[in-house]
Structures are given as structure tokens and as C-alpha cells.
């Protein structure tokens, strides 16, 4: 069914068998500044009441569908149910009128009628009908806010529980690793003494395939138990920077410190063929723990890295001021992220990295720093390649003696657009 679009003045449909009657509902409505639309007949009027019009004026005795029946119908359909209604009638019975006002119309007028009275009670039921719209758009409003915030308790409540979880984890699991690691270290220094010794023993005593085999593949399997001993402490690490609480003292720096920072930590990965282009203004500055900003770069670069498996490839960050904040954009060259991953890539433990590589913390820790810090983290639009990341943060501008002298590149740290790091 296709609605009226929105209009300044008040549209009411007028409906009557008789062409003079429309014409002097005309004369008497028009100056008011309504919109009429005009119908012959009930079947015309169910017809042109999809275009949604304020209210109603509905003659009683027409042919084929008189008023009483049009008005049933257009309380049976649920787009119509809403518009009021109001009989205009030659007819004096008491019996029409009641028949009238309980089939739903709101008023019932007398013809001959008087044009200052039609006026009166046509305005007072446009005002309500207006009133009535902006009540349901007022309610629309507020049970959109009940959601939105409904949503973002069940989240902090979600949260919470993942934070207590996470601690609780960690305190059952720390002693244990630490006795596995410990025994994995001893195993390992024993191997380097016995190995000699066993190969010593096969030499000696002849080829012995089963255990030269077992010899051959024992140096992996502790590798395998030392990486994979390594990878629990690195998702404890992981869940103990969410859980841990930071007291420490918020500090105003330059946006750019955390990115050089986070460039320098990450110099042995971003050697393998990656590119750095850092466009990021020296100005800008920041309150914030700098450790933790210092965090969120590592994670977003080590994402953007691990995208493009390690190079060849281009990573480009750039600052963008804004009204009261600063958008830091980190786009890399790689693939992209899926399309079904777009709405989870911040979800805890949530990754697209195989089991060994990924612990899909990384992401959701950074963008609770960010929102702690008052700011943002959002997955841009995809563009022609590549996934691109914005940081927002609040911003405010330096006194000019806090301005050092020196260019957005750190001269020890080679940033300039094309050149490998």
C-alpha cells in the first residue's frame, strides 16, 4: 500500500456522491489551508484513503456503498484503523448516529451544517490526529532508546562476566602452566645431554630404524610443547591486561609517541617487506595512559602484519583532525576482512587466524582501551583493498611551548612514504 509523503499542510479526504456538496466543503475548507481529495463514492474512498490522509468527512447515504459500510471497512484494515472519521448526514435519527459513532467515528454532523461549526470540530480532530502522530512518534522513539539501552547492558553485563571468568582462569591455570613450562625447560636441557649419548649408543650397537626414528622426532615434539606453552602464557597475558584494573596517572602526549613506540616494538616484523607510510601530525595531542595506546597500535599492526602474512605489503597511518577529536586511520594492503567476520572481528576470542597464530583478544582489548579512554574503534568501509581501522580519541590543543620543533618522522625510525621498515 503506498502512504502519502509527508506534507506541511493537513490532507482530509472528502467524500460525498454529490458534486455540489464536495464544492462547498471546498469553499468552506480551503481557505483553512487543508489539502482536500475528493470521492464519489465508499469504493473510491477506501481506494484513495492508501494516500494516509489526516481525517475523514464521510457522507452517510451514497449508492452502491453508503458511508456506514465504507466506514466499517476502513476500521477493518489495519493502515486505515487510525484515521478518524467523521459522518456528515442528512439524516436525523438517533438510530444513524449511533450506528455511526459505533462503527468508530469520532463525530457525527447534521447537514445542513454551519461553516464556522464544521470548521471548529474538523480543527479539533486534525489537532488530535496530529497529537496521536507525534505520541507514536515519541513512543517509536522511546522504545528505541529502551533497546539501544537494554543492548548495552546485556553487553556491559556480558562483559563483566567475561572479566570475572578471565580472572578466575587465570588464577586456576598460572600454577600448573608454570609447572608444565618448568618441566618442558628440564626436558629440553636433558635432551641436549642425552641425545649425544643415544645417538653415541646407536652407533654402537647398529642401525636401529624405530629408534633413530623416535631420536629424529623428539627435538619437535619438545618444540611443539615449548610453543604451545608459550601460547597459553601469550592468551594469559591476553586476559589479564582486560582484567587487570590501571591506576595509573593519565597523561597528555603527542598522538604520534604511541605509533612510533608501537613501529619500534614491532621492527623485526615490519623488516620483512612491509612498508610504513606514517602521515601523523607532531601537534596533536592526547590524554591517555600511553602504555595502553601504546598496546592498541601494537595489536592493530600486528592484525594488519599478520593480513598480509608477513609481506610484501603497505601499511598507511594517518592523522585526520575533527571537531573535538582525532581520527587515526591504519589501512594495510592486504585481502581485507570477510564479510561474515565484519560484525564479530571485536567479539572476544573471536579470530580468523588459524588456532596457533590467533587468540581474537586483540581487537576486543583494544577497543575497550579506546572506549575507556572516551574514544572509538570502528571497522571503516571497505575500499578497493585492504582493511582499514579508525581510532578516535579526544583531542585539545597543545600550549605552544609544548610544541616541539621537530617534523612528524622520528629520523631513528625511517617512516617517509615507499620506505621499507
Request: charge should be negative.
Amino acid at each position: 500500500m503506498v502512504m502519502r509523503k509527508e506534507e506541511t499542510a493537513p490532507q482530509i479526504l472528502v467524500v460525498d456522491d454529490e458534486r455540489s456538496n464536495l464544492r462547498l466543503l471546498k469553499a468552506y475548507l480551503k481557505p483553512e489551508g487543508y489539502a482536500l481529495v475528493e470521492a464519489l463514492s465508499g469504493l473510491e474512498a477506501l481506494e484513495k484513503s492508501a494516500l494516509g490522509p489526516d481525517l475523514i468527512l464521510l457522507d452517510v447515504l451514497m449508492p452502491e456503498m453508503d458511508g456506514l459500510e465504507t466506514c466499517r471497512r476502513l476500521k477493518e484494515m489495519e493502515a486505515t484503523r487510525e484515521i478518524p472519521v467523521i459522518f456528515l448526514s442528512a439524516l436525523q435519527d438517533s438510530r444513524t448516529r449511533v450506528a455511526g459513532l459505533s462503527l468508530g467515528a469520532v463525530d457525527y454532523i447534521n447537514k445542513p451544517f454551519d461553516g464556522a461549526e464544521l470548521r471548529a470540530r474538523v480543527r479539533a480532530q486534525i489537532a488530535l490526529r496530529q497529537q496521536e502522530r507525534q505520541l507514536s512518534q515519541y513512543a517509536k522513539h522511546l522504545e528505541q532508546m529502551v533497546e539501544e539501552r537494554t543492548s548495552q547492558l546485556i553487553h556491559a553485563d556480558r562483559l563483566a562476566t567475561i572479566g570475572t571468568l578471565a580472572a578466575a582462569v587465570l588464577h586456576e591455570i598460572s600454577s600448573p602452566l608454570t609447572f608444565i613450562g618448568g618441566n618442558i625447560e628440564l626436558l629440553a636441557s636433558f635432551w641436549e645431554s642425552a641425545r649425544p649419548a643415544l645417538e653415541e649408543h646407536c652407533r654402537h650397537c647398529g642401525p636401529n630404524p624405530l629408534l633413530a626414528a623416535r631420536l629424529s622426532r623428539t627435538e619437535g615434539y619438545l618444540m611443539g610443547a615449548q610453543q604451545g606453552s608459550a601460547r597459553i602464557r601469550e592468551i594469559m597475558e591476553g586476559l589479564r591486561a582486560y582484567t587487570r584494573r590501571d591506576d595509573s596517572l593519565m597523561e597528555r602526549r603527542p598522538i604520534i609517541e604511541p605509533i612510533r613506540e608501537s613501529l619500534r616494538l614491532l621492527r623485526q616484523r615490519l623488516k620483512r617487506s612491509i612498508q610504513v607510510e606514517l602521515e601523523v601530525d607532531p601537534v596533536i595531542q592526547i590524554s591517555c595512559s600511553p602504555r595502553k595506546i601504546t598496546q592498541v597500535f601494537v595489536n592493530l599492526i600486528s592484525n594488519a602484519v599478520d593480513a598480509m602474512h608477513g609481506g610484501p605489503g603497505k601499511i598507511r597511518i594517518q592523522s585526520h583532525r575533527m571537531s573535538g577529536s582525532v581520527e587515526i586511520r591504519l589501512t594495510d594492503s592486504g585481502p581485507g576482512v570477510p564479510a561474515e567476520a565484519k560484525s564479530s572481528i571485536f567479539d572476544p576470542f573471536f579470530t580468523t587466524k588459524p588456532p596457533e597464530e590467533g587468540t581474537g583478544l586483540g581487537l576486543f582489548i583494544s577497543r575497550q582501551i579506546i572506549e575507556d579512554h572516551r574514544g572509538s574503534l570502528t571497522l571503516a568501509e571497505p575500499g578497493a583493498s585492504g582493511a582499514e581501522l579508525i581510532v578516535s580519541l579526544p583531542w585539545s590543543p597543545p600550549d605552544p611551548e609544548e610544541v616541539s620543533p621537530g617534523g612528524a618522522f622520528d629520523s631513528s625510525l625511517p617512516q617517509r612514504e615507499g620506505q621499507s621498515q
